[in-house]
Structures are given as structure tokens and as C-alpha cells.
């Protein structure tokens, strides 16, 4: 009788701790989950910024002439001379729709095309918001679209914004909850006449 | 039991353990992420930093240009070269493991100038002018020290800006020479727009009335800025005596009398209400360059003078190393990468 109510007490024991190991599996996996979502956001956040600093400062270097193509609040066409070697080339950001991404299950993302020349690379960054503003010398916003060289000439400084989210729900395939980094910045193309040291 | 109870603790810590070291690498991964791009903005920031640096050091004419610093835990480094007023200026900045260049090209560039095209501009009206004994005023273009004619770039000794003007300094007599001696010329620039930012740049202020004497402003090669606030009241609140020798600009607000052994070497604007401006009989006051007498209403011009030397030279040279002041240039950008 003893060591059958033993062997009783023992899978009760056993059932409550496997529960409890279960349990604890599924929270570590929801803190991974959102852990790997949130690397993933933010490590996008840190790289497209990154490009687009780094090509954005770049507009207008060596280039004679009108330095900006076209300006839009989705997009910008302008050229430079992005590898400091003397060759011109013509740059293009454009901000794609949901419907180019269909894959995720996030239904507000959409992807950033940006083109060099006549190399167009889709990149799905996960944004889900991505606004260009333009500024003239003094600092006043200039409407989109701006499509006149006159209006563009007077481009001087470029504000970018852009919200990046995961692709997937942080906890689980019913969520509404995506991780998510915003960033913002005005970059001032030194290039585009507009500082003076 | 107790062997599989052993065994299954055993798996249950190894289990945790890879699910802690595998958060932990996420973490981290997200630090470095976020922590990269950090190193990255200040390294930049570093870079700009020297370009600034270098530039400042370009305006203060440093006989050495530094090409390294540092700054709050990061350094940087910079080369630079120049042919005339053009610069090349390539700068590195470093922070921990991120560094970050720009390379740039400048055209080092002077600010718009209060030009005088004579030895004396007066641009307020009505005149009152006056000269006597030695003083003279000379509107032939003469080297920024004074010493020697440059042949060429002559300009009128005194211009004015009515006609009616232009005769009371004829009738003046004295010894007033130039191409011509005496002209209208409505083209001389009103100093006003430029006296705020001289009086923000200057390396020298006057703030009180007073008598100065034995004073020495900047040199040839470093030109200053002297800024003497003397007031619109009628007496001669600003007065120079003595050695007083001073290169680049000298503003005066009010009236202000020469006198002495004082010399300048360059451009001087005075103005005010009334503004009166006298060279005394004593010593050998004289102003290499030009001078631009304004104000809001009339002004008086009174030379007197013993030397043999005249008071008032014109001189091209001086006036362009007043405008070539460290202070009042700017930098505009014919290439930038980074």
C-alpha cells in the first residue's frame, strides 16, 4: 500500500514539475522571441540609418548642375559621386507599397527600393513608415512633390523618418504587437551650397 | 527513481543553461548593435570637430596648424594643404574600434567689405573740413607700410557725396592729393551693416572715453579689430596719443581725435551723430589705408599736422589685409565626402 501511494505521490510530483518545466520553456521562448525580434528591428534600424546617412551626405559630390533630380515625400532621385572616384552616379529612393511584401505577417510593412545606376536592390527592412521632408536655407519646409528645378535648387537640408517593425507578432501568430524602433534625422548635404565654415 | 530523477535535473540545467547562454547572445548582439552606431556618430562627430578645429586655427593664423587632438575618450587626426585661398582638409576621428573620415575642399573666402575708394570716403553730409599746417592726405595707392608707391590703383584723396560737399573741401585748400584730389563719389559704402559684427569680432574695445596712448593693435601679418564705442556727445570722448600702432580695422562710434606718434595701418570707420574727426598738430598721426567717415547727420574733418609724412595714405594693400582678417573670412565648401 506504502509504495503504491508512493508511486502515486511520485507522477503527481512529476506531472506538477513537468508543468512547471513546460511553462517556463514557453516564457523563454516568448522573451527569445521578442528578444531576436527586437535585434532584428533595431540592427535593421542602425543599418538603414547608416545607409542613408552615409548616402545622403553624399548628394551633390561632384556633380555640376542640378545635384537633386526629383523630390517626393516617398522618394528622391539625386546624384553623386558615392565612391570618391570620380564617376557620377544616379541615386534613387523609393518607398515601396504592402503589396510588394507579402510574406510577413505583419500587413504594414512595406519594402524601400533604392537604386544606383541601373542596379535596383529591393530592401525589406520592415518599415512601415518612411517620410522624406525637404528644407530650403532657412529651415521653411518646401511642399511635395517638388518638381520644378527652381523649387529643387532651393532643397538644402533633408529630413528622413522612418518606423521599422518586425515582420512577425512578438508573442504570437494573433498578436498585434511588433517590435518596433523609430528614427528620425535631418541631414544637411554639405555638398548642396548651403553651409559656410 | 532516484538515478532518473539525478539524470533528468542534470538535463532540466543543461537545458536552461543553453537558453541562458543563447539569450545572453542576444543581448549582447543588440548591445554591440546599438553601441556600434554610437561609436560611429561620435567618430563622426570627431571628424567634424577637427575640421572645425583646423579652420579656427586657419583664423587665428596659428604658425602651426595642430594635426591631432582629443576629445571626451576619442581622438582624431587631420591633414590638410592649401594653394592660395583654397584648402584640402582631410580628417579622421576615432572612437574605440570606429573611425570616420571626411575629406574636404574649401575656398577660403572673405566677407562682403566696407570698400573706400579714396583716401578719405565721407559718406555723411554736411561736411565740415579743415586742414592745415603739413597734414596732407594722399590718394595715390601707396604699400601697406606706407614706405613705398605701388604706380598704379590711384584713387581720389576725399570723396564725397554731394557736390555742394565736394566744394567745401576745395575750398578747404591744403594739401589734398590724388586721382583727383577732390571727387563726388555717392558709390562709398555705409559701415553701419558691418560695425555689429566687428564689434562682436573685436580683439580690442574701448568702452569708456578716455585719452589711450601706447597701444599696440595686431601686426601685418595677424590684423586686429579695435572697437571704440565713444558716444554721439560733442566733445572728443576718443582720444589717441602717444605710440599707438595698430593694424586691420578701427571702428570708432563717435568723435575721436589723432594725435601723437599713432599709426594704423589699414581701414578705419568712424561713426556717430555729428561725427567729428581731427589729426592734432602734435606728433605724427597718419592712417595707412582708408578711412570712411559716416554718421546720421553731418561730420567735421579737421587735419592739422607738424610731420612731414601726409596723415592720410591711401594704400590697396592694407585695406585688403584688413579684409583678409582671420575673424571676418568663411569657408565655402567646393567638395565634402564622407
Same mark, same amino acid.
Given at each position: 500500500m506504502s509504495s503504491f501511494l508512493d508511486i502515486i505521490m511520485? !507522477?503527481? *510530483?512529476?506531472?506538477?514539475?513537468? @508543468?512547471?518545466?513546460?511553462?517556463?520553456?514557453?516564457?523563454?521562448?516568448?522573451?527569445?522571441?521578442?528578444?531576436?525580434?527586437?535585434?532584428?528591428?533595431?540592427?535593421?534600424?542602425?543599418?538603414?540609418?547608416?545607409?542613408?546617412?552615409? %548616402?545622403?551626405?553624399?548628394?551633390?559630390? $561632384?556633380? &555640376?548642375?542640378?545635384?537633386?533630380?526629383?523630390?517626393? &515625400? !516617398?522618394?528622391?532621385?539625386?546624384?553623386? +559621386? @558615392?565612391?570618391?572616384?570620380?564617376?557620377?552616379?544616379?541615386? $534613387?529612393?523609393?518607398?515601396? +507599397?504592402?503589396?510588394?511584401?507579402?510574406?510577413?505577417?505583419?500587413?504594414? %510593412?512595406?519594402? @524601400?527600393?533604392?537604386?544606383?545606376?541601373?542596379? !535596383?536592390?529591393?530592401?525589406?527592412?520592415?518599415?512601415?513608415?518612411?517620410?522624406?521632408?525637404?528644407? +530650403?536655407?532657412?529651415?521653411?519646409?518646401?511642399?511635395?512633390?517638388?518638381?520644378?528645378?527652381?523649387?529643387?535648387?532651393?532643397?538644402?537640408?533633408?529630413?528622413?523618418?522612418? $518606423?521599422?517593425?518586425?515582420?512577425?507578432?512578438?508573442?504570437?501568430?494573433? +498578436?498585434? !504587437?511588433?517590435?518596433?524602433?523609430?528614427?528620425?534625422?535631418?541631414?544637411?548635404? $554639405?555638398? @548642396?551650397?548651403? *553651409?559656410?565654415? | 527513481m532516484g538515478r532518473m530523477s539525478l539524470f533528468l535535473v542534470l538535463g532540466l540545467s543543461l537545458a536552461f543553461g543553453i537558453i541562458g547562454f543563447s539569450m545572453r547572445g542576444t543581448t549582447n548582439y543588440l548591445v554591440e548593435a546599438q553601441t556600434g552606431y554610437s561609436k560611429y556618430i561620435f567618430a563622426r562627430n570627431l571628424a567634424r570637430t577637427a575640421i572645425h578645429t583646423t579652420l579656427r586655427a586657419y583664423d587665428r593664423s596659428l604658425p602651426t596648424i595642430p594635426t591631432s587632438g582629443s576629445f571626451s575618450g576619442g581622438s582624431y587626426v587631420v591633414q590638410h594643404s592649401e594653394i592660395g585661398d583654397t584648402l584640402w582638409i582631410t580628417s579622421t576621428g576615432m572612437y574605440a574600434d570606429s573611425t570616420y573620415t571626411m575629406k574636404t575642399k574649401l575656398l577660403r573666402t572673405t566677407k562682403p567689405f566696407p570698400q573706400v575708394s579714396a583716401a578719405i570716403g565721407i559718406r555723411a553730409t554736411p561736411v565740415k573740413f579743415s586742414i592745415s599746417g603739413q597734414a596732407e592726405v594722399d590718394g595715390h595707392n601707396w604699400d601697406s607700410t606706407g614706405t613705398n608707391l605701388v604706380g598704379y590703383g590711384n584713387v581720389p584723396g576725399v570723396a564725397t557725396m554731394k557736390g555742394s560737399d565736394s566744394v567745401t573741401v576745395t575750398k578747404a585748400g591744403g594739401d589734398i592729393d590724388g586721382v583727383p584730389p577732390v571727387k563726388v563719389d555717392t558709390s562709398t559704402i555705409d559701415p553701419l551693416p558691418f560695425l555689429d559684427e566687428y564689434k562682436l569680432n573685436a580683439d580690442y574695445v574701448y568702452n569708456m572715453s578716455g585719452v589711450y596712448n601706447s597701444a599696440s593693435w595686431g601686426s601685418s601679418s595677424n590684423p586686429a579689430i579695435v572697437y571704440c564705442n565713444a558716444g554721439d556727445d560733442t566733445s572728443f570722448s576718443i582720444k589717441f596719443t602717444g605710440n599707438v600702432v595698430g593694424y586691420g580695422i578701427l571702428v570708432v562710434k563717435g568723435n575721436v581725435q589723432f594725435n601723437g606718434n599713432f599709426s594704423f595701418y589699414g581701414l578705419v570707420v568712424v561713426d556717430g551723430f555729428n561725427t567729428m574727426v581731427q589729426f592734432g598738430a602734435a606728433g605724427t598721426p597718419q592712417v595707412v589705408g582708408g578711412v570712411i567717415v559716416a554718421g546720421n547727420a553731418g561730420a567735421s574733418v579737421m587735419l592739422k599736422g607738424t610731420g612731414s609724412e601726409a596723415k592720410i595714405k591711401y594704400s590697396s594693400d592694407a585695406l585688403d589685409k584688413a579684409r583678409r582678417i582671420g575673424k571676418l573670412r568663411y569657408y565655402s565648401i567646393i567638395e565634402w565626402y564622407e
Open positions: 511520485s !507522477t503527481i *510530483l512529476f506531472g506538477i514539475l513537468a @508543468l512547471t518545466v513546460a511553462r517556463v520553456q514557453s516564457n523563454i521562448n516568448s522573451s527569445m522571441c521578442q528578444n531576436q525580434f527586437s535585434v532584428v528591428t533595431q540592427t535593421n534600424a542602425v543599418e538603414l540609418a547608416r545607409q542613408i546617412e552615409s %548616402d545622403f551626405a553624399k548628394i551633390g559630390h $561632384r556633380v &555640376s548642375g542640378q545635384k537633386i533630380l526629383w523630390a517626393d &515625400s !516617398t522618394g528622391i532621385r539625386f546624384l553623386a +559621386d @558615392l565612391t570618391n572616384k570620380s564617376v557620377v552616379n544616379d541615386v $534613387r529612393y523609393l518607398a515601396g +507599397d504592402t503589396s510588394h511584401v507579402k510574406g510577413t505577417s505583419n500587413t504594414g %510593412d512595406f519594402p @524601400l527600393f533604392r537604386r544606383v545606376g541601373s542596379q !535596383t536592390v529591393q530592401q525589406n527592412w520592415g518599415l512601415t513608415y518612411f517620410r522624406i521632408t525637404y528644407y +530650403d536655407s532657412v529651415y521653411n519646409r518646401i511642399p511635395t512633390p517638388i518638381t520644378t528645378p527652381g523649387q529643387i535648387e532651393r532643397i538644402r537640408a533633408i529630413n528622413v523618418g522612418f $518606423r521599422i517593425e518586425s515582420p512577425e507578432p512578438v508573442y504570437s501568430y494573433y +498578436d498585434t !504587437t511588433w517590435a518596433a524602433v523609430t528614427w528620425e534625422k535631418t541631414i544637411i548635404p $554639405r555638398n @548642396l551650397n548651403n *553651409l559656410n565654415y | -
